[in-house]
């Protein structure tokens, strides 16, 4: 247990002040839920220039018990010595007490539990990336002084439920203007914020328990848990450390590298700024991992821990931001499970993941496949596993195009399993996507392995084929219709194309048609991704809207080759308050034909054979 020496000039302030305390108390009691005041903003209450100097303990002491678990974190400025931290440490003295700070003094470890020398204490990166291992935090002080706003978005999700976020100054002057004019904010932004749930002010909002103001001391509670998004790169060293209950083994490990792309592109005029993948396609390390432990699994992709989500949770495992429709996201960082994200009971034995983030056909054929390269491995080290996917109805298990995939693959029907509610795993095996369809683009040059398998089970050589095929969508989709396709499919079967509509076929039609095709058109989207199975491609044509990024079609193109060409066209016009990224990728548009007709016509009369009847 660490003792605190304070020097005499400390003990003799605390003592004078003790009247101060006391009234600090009764204030504090008073102002410990300031957010149940009116919902607009609220605000603060200037501290007095001609009030007793208040000690940081005092006005501590009230609001905030020691905690019963958890760390107690102390970010100091550059060069304090043990004797200045030590009021701020006297009410956590039976806690563990880790200080991080810019050349902290020599003496500061006779008062904390560990210390940290960081490069900067402005900059939370160093601090976030040491939390990240340690146990739950219960207390943050942030001593620092300067700009607190910035530091407590970064760390505050670090804290356990119930925990509490200090900002104080050492100097026991009183909070500055601004910090106070902040701390208003929040009050108004708690009680105003909720109504977004899962967007970045909501989430925040739904974080924040209470804010109480005294003279010289702010603190913000913490509401709920929230969970760190573990990266597939430091996976293998921090979840054993921040979740010890779950051990983590890599059964496989491919290496990163690169590949030159074997397609050549061709964009046909359009005003967008496309954001389009190097010629040189990087591609991440490939790591297939078993995780023995309460594993929790909740469809949609999503598996966690007590204190984390794996990183086999994200469709874009490498892209800034990862995301699951299970989670809310209100950092990078740090998720908070959905209310409805609830185990009900446990799955014995191993499993291996296959679950896509949503059911849709494209996201199989890009997620589920893009997984299977483990499966085999998988299956050697631990004979009795099974695939396993999310399903809504699990009497319809069978008729979804996952199912299908996998029997496909070679799986057989005892080996896979589904649930329809959350569930515990206690073993999982889980590999690294090899597609990766948004910034950094990225696709496996083995992944065509993994196709191959797949068509030998599927292609049909008694399917009627066809040499030109343009693939459309019928009116059962909302996402990015095409409101003038009855055209375009009428330019395109002037010219030889036969017209097909792939949701309307068995998954082994669909893979016998594309296998034989010598020209592939389109609309872009999930319709053309049986790409996959175009062995004799030629010439790939799609028309998109210039808002979709997914570039699921050219990481297909690149591996199979041929030539392709996009037309792009404008889509329809935002609504007033604008579209996020994601909407505007499946915004409905019409292709430009006054634009493109054409440069498209010369090339339909370019490439292939007369279809065949």
Same mark, same amino acid.
């Given at each position: 247990?660490?003792?605190?020496?304070?020097?005499?000039?400390?003990?003799?302030?605390?003592?004078?002040?003790?009247?101060?305390?006391?009234?600090?108390?009764?204030?504090?009691?008073?102002?410990?839920?300031?957010?149940?005041?009116?919902?607009?903003?609220?605000?603060?209450?200037?501290?007095?220039?001609?009030?007793?100097?208040?000690?940081?303990?005092?006005?501590?002491?009230?609001?905030?018990?020691?905690?019963?678990?958890?760390?107690?974190?102390?970010?100091?400025?550059?060069?304090?010595?043990?004797?200045?931290?030590?009021?701020?440490?006297?009410?956590?003295?039976?806690?563990?007490?880790?200080?991080?700070?810019?050349?902290?003094?020599?003496?500061?470890?006779?008062?904390?539990?560990?210390?940290?020398?960081?490069?900067?204490?402005?900059?939370?990166?160093?601090?976030?990336?040491?939390?990240?291992?340690?146990?739950?935090?219960?207390?943050?002080?942030?001593?620092? =002084?300067?700009?607190?706003?910035?530091?407590?978005?970064?760390?505050?999700?670090?804290?356990?439920?119930?925990?509490?976020?200090?900002?104080?100054?050492?100097?026991?002057?009183?909070?500055?203007?601004?910090?106070?004019?902040?701390?208003?904010?929040?009050?108004?932004?708690?009680?105003?914020?909720?109504?977004?749930?899962?967007?970045?002010?909501?989430?925040?909002?739904?974080?924040?328990?209470?804010?109480?103001?005294?003279?010289?001391?702010?603190?913000?509670?913490?509401?709920?848990?929230?969970?760190?998004?573990?990266?597939?790169?430091?996976?293998?060293?921090?979840?054993?450390?921040?979740?010890?209950?779950?051990?983590?083994?890599?059964?496989?490990?491919?290496?990163?590298?690169?590949?030159? =792309?074997?397609?050549?592109?061709?964009?046909?005029?359009?005003?967008?700024?496309?954001?389009?993948?190097?010629?040189?396609?990087?591609?991440?390390?490939?790591?297939?991992?078993?995780?023995? =432990?309460?594993?929790?699994?909740?469809?949609?992709?999503?598996?966690?821990?007590?204190?984390?989500?794996?990183?086999?949770?994200?469709?874009?495992?490498?892209?800034?931001?990862?995301?699951?429709?299970?989670?809310?996201?209100?950092?990078?960082?740090?998720?908070?499970?959905?209310?409805?994200?609830?185990?009900?009971?446990?799955?014995?034995?191993?499993?291996?993941?296959?679950?896509?983030?949503?059911?849709?056909?494209?996201?199989?054929?890009?997620?589920?496949?893009?997984?299977?390269?483990?499966?085999?491995?998988?299956?050697?080290?631990?004979?009795?596993?099974?695939?396993?996917?999310?399903?809504?109805?699990?009497?319809?298990?069978?008729?979804?195009?996952?199912?299908?995939?996998?029997?496909?693959?070679?799986?057989?029907?005892?080996?896979?399993?589904?649930?329809?509610?959350?569930?515990?795993?206690?073993?999982?095996?889980?590999?690294?996507?090899?597609?990766?369809?948004?910034?950094?683009?990225?696709?496996?040059?083995?992944?065509?392995?993994?196709?191959?398998?797949?068509?030998?089970?599927?292609?049909?050589?008694?399917?009627?084929?066809?040499?030109?095929?343009?693939?459309?969508?019928?009116?059962?989709?909302?996402?990015?219709?095409?409101?003038?396709?009855?055209?375009?499919?009428?330019?395109?079967?002037?010219?030889?194309?036969?017209?097909?509509?792939?949701?309307?076929?068995?998954?082994?039609?669909?893979?016998?048609?594309?296998?034989?095709?010598?020209?592939?058109?389109?609309?872009?989207?999930?319709?053309?991704?049986?790409?996959?199975?175009?062995?004799?491609?030629?010439?790939?044509?799609?028309?998109?809207?210039?808002?979709?990024?997914?570039?699921?079609?050219?990481?297909?193109?690149?591996?199979? =080759?041929?030539?392709?060409?996009?037309?792009?066209?404008?889509?329809?016009?935002?609504?007033?308050?604008?579209?996020?990224?994601?909407?505007?990728?499946?915004?409905?548009?019409?292709?430009?034909?006054?634009?493109?007709?054409?440069?498209?016509?010369?090339?339909?009369?370019?490439?292939?054979?007369?279809?065949?009847?």
């Amino acid at each position: 247990m660490t003792r605190f020496d304070h020097s005499a000039r400390s003990i003799r302030r605390f003592r004078d002040r003790a009247d101060v305390t006391a009234r600090l108390r009764a204030a504090a009691r008073a102002a410990r839920h300031p957010a149940r005041l009116a919902p607009a903003p609220v605000p603060l209450p200037a501290a007095e220039p001609d009030s007793p100097t208040i000690s940081p303990l005092a006005a501590l002491r009230t609001p905030i018990d020691p905690p019963r678990e958890g760390l107690v974190v102390i970010i100091a400025p550059t060069g304090r010595t043990a004797a200045e931290l030590a009021p701020w440490l006297s009410d956590f003295e039976r806690s563990r007490c880790h200080v991080f700070a810019a050349a902290p003094g020599d003496d500061v470890a006779t008062v904390a539990t560990h210390v940290h020398t960081v490069p900067d204490t402005v900059d939370t990166a160093a601090i976030h990336e040491t939390l990240k291992t340690l146990p739950r935090v219960g207390v943050i002080l942030d001593l620092v =002084g300067d700009d607190p706003a910035a530091r407590w978005r970064r760390l505050f999700l670090h804290l356990r439920a119930k925990g509490h976020y200090v900002i104080g100054r050492l100097d026991d002057q009183p909070l500055a203007p601004d910090v106070r004019a902040w701390a208003a904010t929040l009050v108004a932004f708690r009680d105003n914020g909720t109504a977004a749930p899962q967007s970045v002010a909501g989430e925040f909002a739904l974080a924040i328990e209470d804010v109480t103001v005294t003279p010289t001391v702010l603190t913000i509670g913490k509401r709920g848990t929230h969970l760190l998004k573990l990266r597939g790169h430091e996976t293998d060293a921090v979840l054993p450390v921040r979740d010890p209950d779950v051990t983590v083994d890599s059964l496989v490990v491919r290496p990163a590298g690169s590949f030159e =792309g074997r397609d050549t592109v061709v964009h046909h005029r359009t005003d967008a700024e496309l954001v389009w993948p190097d010629r040189t396609i990087a591609y991440p390390p490939l790591h297939l991992r078993h995780y023995a =432990g309460r594993v929790l699994f909740a469809s949609h992709m999503l598996f966690a821990t007590q204190r984390s989500v794996l990183p086999d949770s994200y469709r874009w495992h490498l892209y800034a931001n990862p995301s699951n429709p299970r989670f809310g996201s209100p950092t990078s960082d740090f998720a908070r499970l959905t209310p409805d994200v609830k185990a009900k009971g446990t799955l014995e034995g191993t499993y291996y993941n296959l679950d896509p983030q949503f059911s849709g056909f494209g996201h199989v054929m890009t997620e589920v496949v893009g997984r299977l390269w483990g499966w085999d491995q998988a299956k050697r080290e631990f004979p009795g596993i099974k695939a396993l996917f999310g399903v809504k109805s699990a009497n319809n298990a069978r008729n979804t195009a996952k199912y299908r995939v996998l029997r496909a693959y070679g799986i057989p029907e005892e080996d896979i399993v589904w649930a329809s509610k959350p569930k515990r795993v206690n073993s999982l095996v889980s590999a690294t996507s090899m597609w990766h369809n948004n910034l950094p683009y990225s696709v496996h040059p083995d992944l065509p392995e993994v196709w191959d398998r797949l068509a030998a089970n599927l292609v049909d050589p008694a399917v009627e084929t066809y040499d030109k095929v343009f693939v459309s969508r019928s009116g059962q989709f909302a996402r990015r219709s095409c409101h003038n396709i009855a055209q375009v499919e009428e330019l395109f079967a002037r010219h030889g194309f036969t017209i097909y509509y792939p949701e309307h076929f068995d998954l082994t039609e669909q893979a016998s048609v594309f296998a034989s095709a010598r020209v592939l058109a389109g609309l872009g989207g999930s319709g053309l991704f049986n790409i996959l199975f175009a062995k004799q491609l030629e010439t790939a044509i799609i028309l998109n809207q210039d808002a979709y990024y997914h570039r699921n079609e050219h990481l297909f193109t690149s591996l199979l =080759g041929g030539e392709v060409h996009y037309f792009w066209s404008p889509t329809d016009p935002p609504p007033a308050e604008g579209w996020t990224r994601q909407r505007a990728s499946e915004a409905s548009w019409t292709f430009d034909l006054e634009r493109h007709e054409e440069p498209l016509v010369e090339l339909l009369r370019s490439v292939g054979t007369p279809a065949r009847r």
